[in-house]
């Protein structure tokens, strides 16, 4: 029983296509995130959520739009992707922030 | 703006060598310090929370301290199975989010 599960977990695709990518958390967790862990293994916040409404909204392009259909469920749809966007991103879910996150395996974009 | 600083970026033990990595942190009315494992391919574990000056906390072979401006991830004993990556994190109160430092990469020899 995964807890946070992320698909795909690896992406490879061409410059200026769309792609999404989603997540699922079954530990019934009010808030979910999304991160990204570039080359150097950085991990940068990019969204957060707390039942479904956004929260957090840090300086990332608009090609990225996070979607929350319901407090289980965060997905990211990344449009006209740029080799820049080449990273690892991360979900999370957490019931309060100093509780710990719990993270997914993470998705590993690549933009060719 | 918070900063997060992990040194050193990288260290070699040997299978029971015991040592300790440094996360040192600037940031205004900190809600709590965080420690997390991360191992190749894999999403961070969560390993500790830390709230206040002073406190410990400790989970097998790990010891987790906190200062005013810094904290140690004591590691005694390390076995190999020990090695990851070891990430450290700051909260500051009514921000939501977690800033992460780069993190350190242990290995440990056996």
């Known amino acids: 029983d995964t807890a946070v599960s992320q698909t795909p977990k690896y992406l490879v695709t061409q410059m200026g296509n769309d792609k999404s990518i989603k997540c699922e958390q079954n530990l019934g967790h009010d808030t979910m995130y999304w991160y990204k862990q570039d080359s150097k293994k950085f991990l940068k916040i990019m969204f957060s959520y707390n039942n479904k409404e956004l929260i957090i909204n840090e300086t990332v392009p608009n090609r990225f739009s996070p979607k929350s259909p319901d407090k289980a469920h965060l997905n990211l749809h990344i449009n006209s992707l740029e080799l820049g966007d080449s990273a690892v991103y991360f979900c999370?879910?957490?019931?309060?922030?100093?509780?710990?996150?719990?993270f997914g395996s993470g998705t590993r974009l690549t933009v060719v | 703006e918070d900063q997060v600083t992990q040194s050193p970026e990288a260290l070699r033990l040997q299978e029971g060598e015991s040592s300790s990595l440094n996360c040192s942190y600037t940031v205004s009315g900190l809600r709590g310090l965080f420690w997390y494992r991360q191992d190749p391919g894999k999403g961070p574990e969560f390993l500790f929370t830390l709230y206040s000056a002073g406190e410990e906390k400790e989970k097998e072979r790990l010891k987790a301290t906190l200062t005013k401006k810094e904290s140690f991830l004591h590691i005694t004993a390390p076995k190999p199975e020990d090695s990851a990556t070891y990430l450290c994190?700051?909260?500051?109160?009514?921000?939501?989010?977690?800033?992460f430092g780069k993190g350190t990469k242990l290995t440990v020899n056996p």
């Open positions: 994190a700051v909260e500051q109160g009514g921000s939501e989010k977690l800033v």
């Open positions: 999370a879910s957490s019931p309060r922030v100093d509780s710990g996150y719990t």
